[in-house]
């Protein structure tokens, strides 16, 4: 056997440790031992440095989480489904759909009824966002229900996000400036905005989605042999496919409406993963994309508030940090993987 | 040094003659009938200034680039504070033109737009030129953000149309703000009427500010909402600066030295500010449990939690238009004594502030 | 039609509504391993995959045993038939181990199973097809050989009496592709109720290895025979223009032995 029995240990260490140095870091310095207590109790509830750490520290961790354990495993759903290295959340149309939705909500907001914008629920944004991806979604599973290879799926997502990106870029011609600058700020992903009972829903999905995909964990190690041989081994390929596409885009999405187009977490993590655990039984392997997801996307998170530049002026844009570590990584692995097959 | 003296009565005309007195942004000289006016800053980084000629005229005469023919009676404003100028010397009516109906919030241009007295002509990259012939405009008004902005308008130039640039919005002072309408008077042949309302106005504004130096407490102000966990602070000598001065309030980023806003997190926000007396414009929401919604971390400032919020939505439209951006900037010492009545007495009586409901 | 493990009624297959060959009946008995040929296009490969249950019938039905397949959910087809198709796009860093492993898969329930024996399957079968060396390198680092023949122990694993190959030695060079039939012939033989129905273009082999011949040809019935019935003219029948290629091969009625050391002894006849 190849497994290395440590690295589970290893990996939730690396979890915990990122854990605690993203709530280390934020505009604010705190020493170690206010962390601590904020952490562990101990200290006046309503002193300062435990408000922040209770409602803006903490609250960013969990998100961080969350958000990275189910953006690994969405990226390992749809990399295995379309057997593509460069399947991602992004490429399904998912970040697309819910930038549309989030640029009509902000594009027509002054024109919509009052009644309307309530019926949006208490976070409009999140609201427009899921739509948008629902409905991204829904268009690829439509299509996925006629077309039989996952090939032409991928080409699919793929027209759809440039579709999606064409109506936005329509819409940020027509929008005033004011506007404009809320999109690109949401368009930069943020984990800071999360707050409490909007981490309740988004674990409520994302933990959904995550037993679901475990529990498929057979069917999904089947379908790295294609889809002919995959029904052969009595996998119903068609329902099943349905049914990845389904959890992805429900990972995806709720996380996408909480914290924006968050962006190569999704297409990197399966990578590393597998980099780490030399293996591809996906029993082993979504695990082992949760833990990764989680302690990248912490570090990242952690990064865009470490002190330096930041500082008081607030953090870094999420995106750019997972950029700079995700496209060196998937960039790096696709070489290999070339180098080594030729 | 701010003069105390209060006075009781408008100054008379003499003044017409001198350029502006608290302005730094613009720079004119009369000289008979003849004006020279220099914009100096039309956006930020601007490198040069705009220098326009006013001269008295019939507006079909023939002129050159940068002359403007006086008065101007068919006036296309691509601002709505353009209107509020025009209307607090009376002369909307002159007002042919304007960006969009929905962005004025004068009753009577508005009622001119919905009968199409008022054309809307667009703005920025969406002007729509052929339009804005059409009205055979004698000027128009119009603000450029940047250099780009101010290229567009080059098209109506050379349409032989005259532009003026105004950069009313870049003064970070409320009263050199107000002087303005000294400018846009001359435009329109009111310049007495235009002094004599910039005199009352100034005098009302210091004694307010007078007013406001003499209580005992500066209450601190908490200005602004963030976007998820970013807040854009308004720097130590902007506009809002100066004004929450002026007021008589302490502003915990007084120390800053930029004209524009400040990034920051929303902990160091809350750090800072936490404790401050009153929240004005948080923006994005009208009412307290709408706020809460938004962000539950909110109720963490003592203002929320007491429900001192407020912002300038007592006049405001439906669909956006604010007076606050009108008449508001001719008349910044009814902002005042909004803000000190918030800061400093009952917070009744206010003209553009509404304490944000439950 | 009882004890015979795998046969049909009426059968015909096609894509689209377009059938290849005029129904007819098939019935594969236990223990033969038998030779599909043809030339290509004619409906090797869709023929196996009606056979497995991948694709319906255009007309008749396809039965295991005494189930009609129909019946039969795809795991419970799985477990009674293994279908392995020529040359997918596997991934190239699936390890040997874990590709035979997949075989295990129509007989694990949804998420954990015993990987202790779908592990100790893999191995045995591994050794059996002399590829343990292969178990712990990826797919991406192994010659086309090699993988195909992990391929088929990924069928074996699969623990079905009955095996669908489609061009299972296409990439094996000649003596390997002679130990290769042997072996099938040999685990047919074994066990009673299997049945090894082989898809392959290398006829002379066929006819040495396979119980029986089924030959198809495109628009003419199908030849469902012995190999020596077969090879006094439906061969030629089903590969028409080239009748120097069968002088050439020599075929006549008799067969020629392989013997697992390698010597190959002719017996005339």
Partial sequence: MTKNPLLFPLLLLAVVSAFFLDVAFGSVSLGAREVWQGLFGGGDPTALSNVILREFRLPRAVAALVAGAGLGVAGFLLQTQFRSPLAGPAELGVSSGAGLGVAALLLAEPLLPPALLDALGPWPLAAASALGAGAAMLLVLAIAARVWDSASLLLAGLMIASACGAAIGLMQYFTDAARLKVYSLWGFGGLGGVTWPQNAVMAACVGVGLVAALALSRPLYATLLGDSAAAALGVRVRAFRVTVLLIASLLAGAITAFCGPIAFVGLAVPHLARALVRRSDPRVLQPACMLVGAALLLLCDAISHAPGPGGEGGALPLNAITSLFGAPAVLYFLLRRSGRSS | MLSVAILAQPVAAPLSNAGPRHARAVEWARSGDTVRLSVITPWKGARKPLEYVLLPGAPGAKRAEGEVRLPARRIVCLAAVHVGFLAALGEAGRVIAVDAGRHVYDAGVRARVADRSVMEVGSGTGLDIERLLVVKPDLVLANAVGASENASLDRLRRAGIPVLVTAEWMESDPLARAEWVRLIGMLVGKSARADSLFATVEASYRARAAEARGQKSRPTVLLGAPFRDQWFVAGGRSFMARLLRDAGAEYPWAADTTVGGVPLGFEAVLARARDADVWLHPSDWHALREGLKRDARFSSFTAFKRGDVYDHDARRRPDGADDYWESGAVRPDRVLADLVSILHGQGDSLFYYRRLPK | ?269
């Fill in chain 3, 1 to 269: 039609m009882t004890g015979v493990p795998l046969f049909a009624r009426g059968l015909s297959v096609g894509h689209g509504g377009a059938s290849l060959f005029p129904s007819f009946d098939l019935a594969f008995h236990s223990g033969e391993l038998v030779c599909l040929l043809g030339r290509n296009g004619a409906g090797k490969t869709t023929l196996l995959k009606t056979l497995a249950g991948l694709m319906p019938p255009l007309r008749g039905s396809v039965f295991f045993g005494e189930n009609p397949i129909s019946d039969l959910s795809g795991r419970e087809r799985a477990q009674r038939a293994a279908l392995s198709l020529a040359d997918p796009g596997l991934p190239p860093y699936l390890l040997g181990r874990e590709l035979v492993g997949l075989g295990r898969t129509p007989h694990a329930p949804w998420f954990a199973s015993a990987r202790e024996t779908d592990d100790a399957v893999a191995s045995r079968i591994l050794k059996e097809l002399e590829c343990e060396h292969l178990a712990d390198r990826p797919l991406g680092r192994m010659s086309d050989g090699e993988r195909q023949r992990l391929g088929l122990a990924r069928a074996l694993a699969q623990d079905a009496p009955i095996l669908l190959l489609d061009e299972p030695l296409s990439h094996l060079d000649p003596p390997a592709k002679a130990k290769m039939l042997g072996f099938l012939r040999d685990w047919a033989r074994s066990v009673s109720g299997r049945v090894v129905v082989a898809a392959v273009h290398e006829v002379d082999l066929a006819l040495c290895f396979a119980d029986r011949c089924l030959l198809l040809s495109s628009g003419a019935s199908p030849f469902f025979g012995t190999p020596e019935e077969a090879a006094l003219g439906p061969l030629r029948t089903a590969f028409p223009g080239w009748p120097e290629y069968w002088d050439a091969l020599g075929v006549r009625k008799g067969r020629i032995r392989v013997e697992g050391s390698g010597t190959v002894d002719a017996a005339g006849g």
